[in-house]
């Protein structure tokens, strides 16, 4: 089993939904989770990331950590075809990055 | 430099063939990190230096790898008598300080090996 789970998709949106993204991971040391968004043929950019439980906003993406349950989740408001690209959670550990596989999302116009 | 560049973006080796994959981080950036991404996966942690030190090597599947940071700024990775299982995705990060969930990731370099 993987430290860190992730539903690999495809997700398959109209434009203007919610896409929720989730993540599940079992190592109890992880603290700093962070999404990652992928276009094709590119590197991993980015997106936001959150120390510990709660949840963060920023503009149309939140993110959100329930250290309880082991499970992450980032949101989407109002989902654009510029949002089509494969989402990765991370999660540090020590002075590396533990990523799940990905979920590729496809936000149709 | 505006980002992390790695180069080649593309290389194609013969099986058995010794191949040498670059990075120029984000300059002044102090920490540096080499992913390995199979096709439909995540990035996986091959190893990561502090300057010039190489810190952590527990990543590398081989020691057929292996990687280098010289200066403390630009970075070679070096695979040895590539196999075909080697065929993936090197990508390249770099972070400032010791914030290692900030890290910015090059395109990589798409590694066939035939």
């Known amino acids: 089993q993987k430290e860190v789970e992730q539903d690999p998709g495809p997700l398959s949106v109209p434009e203007g939904a919610i896409v929720s993204l989730n993540c599940t991971y079992s190592?109890?040391?992880?603290?700093?989770f962070m999404w990652y968004r992928q276009y094709s043929r590119k590197g991993p950019e980015l997106l936001m990331y959150?120390?510990?439980?709660g949840n963060k906003e920023d503009g149309r993406f939140t993110a959100q950590v329930d250290k309880s349950s082991k499970y992450i989740s980032l949101f989407i408001r109002d989902s654009q075809p510029s949002d089509s690209a494969t989402y990765l959670c991370?999660?540090?550990?020590?002075?590396?990055?533990?990523f799940g596989a990905g979920t590729i999302l496809r936000v149709k116009s | 430099g505006a980002g992390v560049s790695q180069s080649p973006r593309y290389k194609v080796a013969k099986r058995g063939q010794d191949v040498a994959l670059r990075c120029d981080p984000i300059s002044g950036h102090v920490s540096l990190f080499w992913y390995q991404q199979a096709l439909g996966q995540g990035p996986e942690f091959l190893t990561y230096f502090q300057n010039e030190a190489q810190l952590d090597k527990s990543g590398l599947p081989s020691d057929r790898f292996f990687a280098e940071r010289p200066e403390g700024s630009v970075s070679t990775l070096k695979i040895q008598r590539t196999q075909q299982e080697d065929s993936a995705v090197y990508l390249c990060?770099?972070?400032?300080?010791?914030?290692?969930?900030?890290?910015?990731f090059g395109p990589g370099t798409r590694l066939t090996v035939l």
């Open positions: 990060a770099s972070s400032s300080g010791y914030n290692y969930n900030e890290q910015f």
């Open positions: 959150t120390y510990s439980s």
């Open positions: 190592n109890s040391a992880f603290q700093y």
């Open positions: 991370a999660m540090e550990y020590g002075n590396k990055l533990v």
